[in-house]
T-cell receptor, first 112, second 116 residues
């Protein structure tokens, strides 16, 4: 079983839709949770960074962490064709570790 | 305000040759991380370095792979005697520190290695 599970999709939605992306994990030591966006043949771009449980909002993006369920989500409101990309969740434990554990990534297509 | 820089962006090597991948972290960042992305897979951690120190190399293959981050100059990921299975995108990330919110890792554009 992988430490982080993420449905690879693809997920196709019409422009303006609310998108929900999710990851589950098994390691209760994870404390920091991130979402990255990766366009084709580019490097991952950090979108959201949260610590422990709770919500964080930044513009059209909202990240949620439910540590009791070991479940994290990213919501995208008013989705745009430019949001079409692969979304990667990542997480790490506390302490002096540099190791991010990534999900497989979900490919999102927003159709005009 | 340059981000993480990697070069070369594309590298082609024949089986048995050596590959050297370079990474210059963002200005002010002293921590470097290397990840590998195989086709249809997520990113896999390889190694975490600070200047002149390897902090965590738990994701590095035991043979043929090495990494360094010297006092001066870029971080280098070296792959000796490459095999076809080494073909992948290699990403470097950097951060200003290792604890708490200062720990955000910013990624470079990657080096795509093709072994023929």
């Amino acid at each position: 079983q992988k430490e982080v599970e993420q449905d690879p999709g693809p997920l196709s939605v019409p422009e303006g839709a609310i998108v929900s992306l999710n990851c589950t994990y098994s390691n209760s030591a994870f404390q920091y949770f991130m979402w990255y966006r990766q366009y084709s043949r580019k490097g991952p771009e950090l979108l959201m960074y949260t610590y422990s449980s709770g919500n964080k909002e930044d513009g059209r993006f909202t990240a949620q962490v439910d540590k009791s369920s070991k479940y994290i989500s990213l919501f995208i409101r008013d989705s745009q064709p430019s949001d079409s990309a692969t979304y990667l969740c990542a997480m790490r434990a506390s302490g002096n570790t540099g190791k991010l554990i990534f999900g497989q990534g979900t490919t999102l297509q927003v159709k005009p | 305000n340059a981000g993480v820089m990697q070069n070369p962006r594309h590298l082609v090597r024949r089986r048995g040759q050596e590959a050297r991948l370079r990474c210059s972290p963002m200005k002010g960042h002293s921590h470097v991380y290397w990840y590998r992305q195989l086709p249809e897979e997520g990113l896999k951690f390889m190694v975490y370095l600070q200047k002149e120190n390897i902090i965590d190399e738990s994701g590095m293959p035991k043979e043929r792979f090495s990494a360094e981050f010297p006092k001066e100059g870029p971080s280098i990921l070296r792959i000796q005697q490459v095999v076809r299975g080494d073909s992948a995108a290699y990403f470097c990330a950097s951060s200003p520190a290792s604890g708490g919110l200062a720990y955000e890792q910013y990624f470079g554009p990657g080096t795509r290695l093709t072994v023929t």
